[in-house]
Nanobody, 126 residues
Framework: QVQLVESGGGLVQAGGSLRLSCAAS????????MGWFRQAPGKEREFVVG????????YYVNSVKGRFTISRDNAKNTVYLQMNSLIPEDTALYYC???????????????????WGQGTQVTVSS
């Protein structure tokens, strides 16, 4: 199993930036495809972005494309989410997630993620 701990959330004005981190421990980090999800108040949790085991491929939902960038450092067992040009609609609890994957270059489907962190709050003020 893998354990995930997010950090880096906070309060930021619209147009600002934040960088989230997710530190993994337990089983070998490079065995897992990684992703970020978010849940706004009163809404269901939604997929934001996923990255392959190798870090070479990523998939973004349209609402964050061009503003958010996911990356990973397998040597540091960490995945990052750089969020730029933040808007109030980005306000949510952000979760890091992991999915075992047999393919190093594949971004796994969102329903495959089965390990979750506790979440870190991102609040964007207008």
């Amino acid at each position: 199993q893998v354990q995930l701990v997010e950090s880096g959330g906070g309060l930021v004005q619209a147009g600002g930036s934040l960088r989230l981190s997710c530190a993994a421990s337990g089983r070998t980090f490079s065995y897992y495809a990684m992703g970020w999800f978010r849940q706004a108040p009163g809404k269901e949790r939604e997929f934001v972005v996923g990255i392959s085991r190798s870090g070479g491929n990523a998939y973004y939902v349209n609402s964050v494309k061009g503003r958010f960038t996911i990356s990973r450092d397998n040597a540091k067992n960490t995945v990052y989410l750089q969020m730029n040009s933040l808007i109030p609609e980005d306000t949510a609890l952000y979760y890091c997630a992991a999915a075992e994957s047999g393919y190093s270059s594949t971004v796994v489907p969102r329903q495959r993620y089965n390990y979750w962190g506790q979440g870190t709050q991102v609040t964007v003020s207008s």
